[in-house]
């Protein structure tokens, strides 16, 4: 197996260059085409699951961080804060948590209204070391897919149980297998809320919706978040190294410091739970490991070119070229490959990876059809390009949960 970073070179996903920066990658438009499928399945699984998607900057004052925790218990993953003028200080987020927990309390909130879900595919910051770097799997800029729901005590197995479910949803969508389940639990030292009450809640709750899930979990000590325990999704890459793709947090800091509440139904004021949850996590990561999963061969529905178009000769390169733009305006990612490209057999050799190859040549051409070629050798057609782009838009769709 070719690990993710020779196979982002081979098929032009994604680069790096040192005037940018170590751990800032940048993506060409075959990688930005997988991560934008990604981003549109997770944005719209997450609209099916009642989540509501909100921006919030990547910039915060310190006091945000201090108030957090984050500063106390995280800095050393953080960038320096920035002086402006007087004696304000911004710092570059390293999480989203903090903003949804002031997007929340921004307005008040009744009990009818929980759970509220609150989403974001957002940038955050780590002060990653150089040694550490690498590829897409750790960097120093990140976009992650975010999220948190707030709600009462009562909601929070279920809230979790189904945040479990998007996840394997989403796994089983992107053809990826989890290595194991993890309930990462606080550990000795000074790194961890020093509140013993709230672990001793928190972590039973982790438990009994792992155990109500059915699935096999190991204890992981001394890997929670400052905050509270989570349930980690471990992933293992092409060199047998495991990391963290997706998780569930429980949190009852957050809610403290920041003074969230809710109205009850007995008119008196309440605080939420805050259950943080990520369903692919980093966006980097999530391709890091989609790239070595599937070795270049993706998943119609994350593959860069979904249908090649492959006229004949010379003579039939206008009707590929008009069958590629009805292939774009139907919401496919087409693209024609010419003859000027090798024989018809060199072509189909180069895009073996592809989903989908629809071969043009003058029968198909006069009668406005099209043969195509699944991935794998299977051949269907000559079809109707109505007919084609029809079954082409149902098999390059992700199943959503």
Known sequence: MKDHRRLGRELGLFGSDPLIGAGLPYWLPAGAAVRQALEDYIAEAERRAGYQRVYSPVLGKRELYELSGHWQHYSDDMYPAMELSGDEQMVLRPSLCPHHAVIYRS???????????????????????????????????????????????????????????????????????PARYRLSLPGPGGKYVDKPELWERSVPLLREVLDASGVAYEDGPDEAAFYGPKIDVQVVDAAGRESTLSTVQLDFHQPEVFGLEYVGADGGRHRPVMVHRAIIGSVERAVAHLIEAHQGRFPAWLAPVQLAVLPLGDEQVDAGAKLVRRCVEAGLRAELVAPDRGTLGARIRAGRLVPYQAVVGPREAAADEVSLRVRGGEQVGPLPVAAALERLGQECSPAYP
Do not use: K, W
């Not at 509220?116 to 770097?133: A, D, N, Q, T």
């Open 107 to 177: 307005r008040e909130h009744s009990y009818r209204e929980l759970p509220l879900r609150m989403s974001e595919l957002g940038g955050m910051y780590r002060s990653e070391l150089s040694g550490v770097l690498g590829g897409l799997t750790r960097v120093r800029a990140i976009q992650l897919n975010d999220a948190h729901v707030f709600c009462t005590l009562e909601q929070v197995a279920e809230e979790a149980r189904a945040a479990l479910g998007l996840i394997r949803a989403a796994y089983e969508a992107m053809g990826i297998v």
